[in-house]
């Protein structure tokens, strides 16, 4: 007889002839010659020699292993004392009972949600990513959830895993945030008849997901073409001048045009302005013309305005000179002062004459 020894943590079955005779656990056992035992470690799977069901027929190696049998439309996942490991495939699996800790979840990939008890950081295991997919959607956004085709229900910011499998799972999403359209070198007639561009800026806002991507397609070019419309039919009403004198008026009326409309968009206009009117070179050449001859002529009357009181001045002086004697002998100082501040030095000739007439000016009589 042959002396085996099974020490802790292992397992020993024993064949004859190639058929399974017993288990035998820890401890000393003599075998026959023509038995054969082979050894498994307990922290592995069970990799059976020969067909499991036969194995199992044997109660003390049936309470010795935990089955996991996997159809083909699920897998498991495996942990060992309480941390992920691995995904079991579709097939039959045997591991040994008592000395590591198993856990088996098992999923059923034909349904779509995933259970809330597998954990995100599973969840985003390289391992798993090939069995399901990932939808998210930012702080900014809402999306729509479609299974197969149909609305199924509106999502918030958020990280979405849904199993995957023939079912299709789709997301739709649209950006809350408030966004700005522009209008830009939109070429339009005036009333009179004058070709301009026009830049024109609008803000807005998403307020109703489900009419701005599931009741409309592509809302954002049918804002746009109402923005259109509705500048070409103000503009249309308005002459160049009027246009010119009243932007802001242009503003106000394609707020109020656009409101309703923008609302069965799903959408809420916040602002209207006009960024930019831009003339053609000749038009452009033409106002600057007319407007240097505005300029000039409020430049003349100014001028002519100034001369007339600068004349009513000096009318006003001469008549008080005239009434006054003294106030003329002032004014004669006055303006000899102003000589002699620039005058350094006086030769004089004529003789005493000039003497003379120079302290008549500055000794008047009294």
Do not use: H
Not at 195 to 209: H, P
Not at 238 to 263: G, H, P, R
Not at 338 to 362: C, H, T, Y
Request: glycine letters at 4%; charged letters at 25%.
């Amino acid at each position: 007889m042959n002396k085996v020894r099974i020490t802790t943590g292992k397992v020993g079955l024993v064949f004859r002839k190639g058929n399974f005779v017993k288990v035998i656990t820890e401890g000393t056992y003599w075998i026959w010659p023509f038995q054969i035992v082979k050894i498994f470690d307990m922290s592995q799977p069970f990799e059976f020699p020969i067909e499991l069901n036969i194995l199992l027929r044997n109660k003390d190696l049936a309470d010795l292993l935990t089955i996991v049998e996997i159809k083909d439309n699920e897998i498991v996942l495996k942990y060992e004392n309480g941390n992920f490991k691995k995904v079991l495939t579709p097939g039959r699996y045997a591991y040994w009972n008592g000395y590591t800790e198993f856990k088996f979840v098992k999923v059923n990939l034909d349904e779509i949600e995933i259970d809330n008890n597998i954990e995100k950081s599973v969840l985003q295991n390289g391992a798993i990513a090939q069995y399901i997919r990932v939808f998210v959607v930012e702080s900014y956004e809402k999306g729509i959830l479609f299974i197969d085709g149909k609305y199924n229900k509106i999502i918030d910011t958020g990280i979405y895993y849904f199993w995957k499998n023939t079912t299709a799972v789709s997301v739709i999403k649209a950006d809350m945030r408030q966004l700005q359209m522009e209008v830009s070198g939109q070429e339009i007639l005036t009333k009179d008849k004058a070709a301009l561009r026009i830049n024109f800026n609008t803000q807005y806002k998403v307020i109703d997901i489900e009419k701005a991507l599931i009741d409309n397609k592509d809302f954002e070019k049918q804002l746009y073409v109402l923005m259109q419309l509705a500048l070409r039919a103000f503009i249309g009403t308005l002459t160049l001048d009027e246009l010119l004198d009243n932007k802001q008026v242009i503003a106000e009326y394609v707020f109020k045009a656009m409101k309703s409309d923008a609302v069965n968009l799903g959408v809420k206009i916040l602002n209207c302005g006009v960024k930019d009117i831009i003339l053609p070179g000749d038009v452009k050449d033409i106002m600057n013309e007319v407007l240097i001859a505005q300029k000039k002529a409020q430049a003349n009357i100014i001028t002519r305005r100034e001369e007339t009181a600068s004349t009513r001045n000096l009318l006003n002086t001469a008549r008080l000179m005239e009434e006054n004697s003294m106030l003329f002998k002032l004014k004669e100082m006055e303006y000899v002062e102003k000589i002699a501040d620039k005058i350094n030095n006086i030769s004089l000739s004529g003789g005493n004459q000039v003497v003379d007439q120079l302290k008549a000016i500055f000794s008047p009589d009294k």
